[in-house]
Structure formats: structure tokens, C-alpha cells
Nanobody, 123 residues
Framework: QVRLVESGGGTVQAGESLRLSCAGT????????MGWFRQAPGKDREFVAG????????RYADFVKGRFSVTRESAWNRVYLQMNQLETEDTAVYYC????????????????WGQGTQVIVSS
């Protein structure tokens, strides 16, 4: 069994930063593609960023525009999302996911989801 727990969300002003953390338990996740999806009110859930098991392949959604960085720490079964220059449009619930399948321009989430952490960006 796999459990993912996110932390680090909160309320910030536009232009500020947040760092999200996801901790996995249940089994080693070092060979899984892990990353982040988000869902804003009235919107579909969408891919944000992901990183493969070795950290060799990293992909971001177009809206990231160079502002975010996804990293992982295999020894602690963790994945992070550093978000800088946040915009009001980034307001959403952010979900950690493990087992992502993806290509250059698509991403399918795996079966393992965290509970979500709320990010609110005010202007």
C-alpha cells in the first residue's frame, strides 16, 4: 500500500513563493515517475510537473513558464515543488501523484494520490 501526504500550501501574495513537499510511505517509490497535478475551482485537474526515478527526465506544463522547479529525494521517498513568482491563476488544490505515465506533451496520473494541499495567491 502506498500513501502520499502533501504539505507546504498556504496563502501568499502574487510574486511570492511556496515550497510544496510530498512524502511517500508503504513501499519504495524510487523507480516511479512522481509529480504534481492541480485543480482550480470550476476547472479540470491538470498536470503541473513531474520527475522520473533517476531525475533524468523532468517535464513542466506550459503555464509554469520557468517559475517552478520539481526535485526528489530518494532516501526520504520525497518529491518537492518549489514555486516562485506565483500568480493569482496558480490558485488551486495541488496533489502529489506517483506512477505517472507520460510523453512529450501528455501525462496520465498513476493510481496513488495525496490528499491535496491548498494554494491561494492573492493580488
Amino acid at each position: 500500500q502506498v500513501r502520499l501526504v502533501e504539505s507546504g500550501g498556504g496563502t501568499v501574495q502574487a510574486g511570492e513563493s511556496l515550497r510544496l513537499s510530498c512524502a511517500g510511505t508503504g513501499r519504495t517509490l524510487s523507480w516511479d515517475v512522481m509529480g504534481w497535478f492541480r485543480q482550480a475551482p470550476g476547472k479540470d485537474r491538470e498536470f503541473v510537473a513531474g520527475i522520473d526515478g533517476l531525475g533524468n527526465i523532468i517535464r513542466y506544463a506550459d503555464f509554469v513558464k520557468g517559475r517552478f522547479s520539481v526535485t526528489r529525494e530518494s532516501a526520504w521517498n520525497r518529491v518537492y515543488l518549489q514555486m516562485n513568482q506565483l500568480e493569482t491563476e496558480d490558485t488551486a488544490v495541488y496533489y502529489c501523484n506517483a506512477g505517472i505515465k507520460w510523453g512529450t506533451d501528455w501525462a496520465q496520473p498513476g493510481d496513488y494520490w495525496g490528499q491535496g494541499t491548498q494554494v491561494i495567491v492573492s493580488s
